[in-house]
């Protein structure tokens, strides 16, 4: 059970994101960048990049993305969300009345964490910090991609603000561990300096 005054807190937080910040320019991006297959060209193209770039070396880089991506929707999905039982603010009888929703359907799935913001975060965090030394933009651009998509859940009425932040710490903390991990393991191994 979530806490009772968080979740009035996060209440007034929800409502502030999704009707007090409405308008036209974010009903008409925010909706689409959430979706799961909008990012798929973005992904492959940074894929192939890395590949084309770093060679074999590249090829264990994706691989790390891949295992980090897994690593946190899993984390998120199969432990977090069944573990807190947090039901969707579209999805809450006593709530969703106040909901705008912005999208076709409401997900019966759980709420906390959100496991759009667990896996952005841990893709931005470990895209910086295998890439911050030779690429100064990584940070602020994947860091504003991931928001701007945890930001959209809230916006479109699926997520409460404390389901992102606490998918955000989640997501980081995620892609710190497989980094420290990759790099204590990994990265000596196959002469990569990052």
């Given at each position: 059970m979530f806490?009772?005054?968080l979740q009035h807190l996060d209440e007034r937080l929800f409502t502030f994101v999704n009707q007090t910040l409405e308008n036209n320019f974010f009903d008409a991006i925010l909706p689409p960048i959430r979706g799961k297959?909008?990012?798929?060209?973005?992904?492959?193209?940074i894929t192939g990049i890395i590949i084309w770039k770093y060679k074999w070396k590249g090829l264990v880089l994706v691989i790390l993305l891949i295992?980090?991506?897994?690593?946190?929707?899993?984390i998120s999905s199969a432990v977090v969300k069944p573990a807190v039982n947090r039901t969707r603010p579209c999805q809450d009888p006593?709530?969703?009345?106040?909901?705008?929703?912005?999208i076709d359907r409401c997900?019966?799935?759980?709420?906390?964490t959100s496991s759009h913001a667990t896996n952005t975060f841990a893709f931005a965090t470990l895209l910086t910090l295998l890439f911050r030394k030779r690429y100064k933009w990584v940070f602020p651009v994947s860091f504003l991609w991931a928001f701007s998509i945890s930001f959209a859940q809230i916006y479109v009425g699926v997520h409460y603000p404390f389901d992102i932040l606490a998918g955000m710490l989640l997501g980081i903390?995620?892609?710190?561990?497989?980094?420290t991990?990759?790099?204590?393991?990994?990265?000596e191994r196959i002469?990569?300096?990052?």
């Open positions: 806490p009772e005054a297959n909008f990012w798929v060209p973005l992904y492959l193209l295992a980090n991506a897994t690593a946190s929707d899993q006593a709530f969703k009345e106040h909901v705008i929703l912005r997900s019966p799935g759980k709420s906390f903390t995620i892609a710190v561990i497989i980094f991990l990759a790099k204590l393991f990994l990265f002469h990569l300096n990052t």
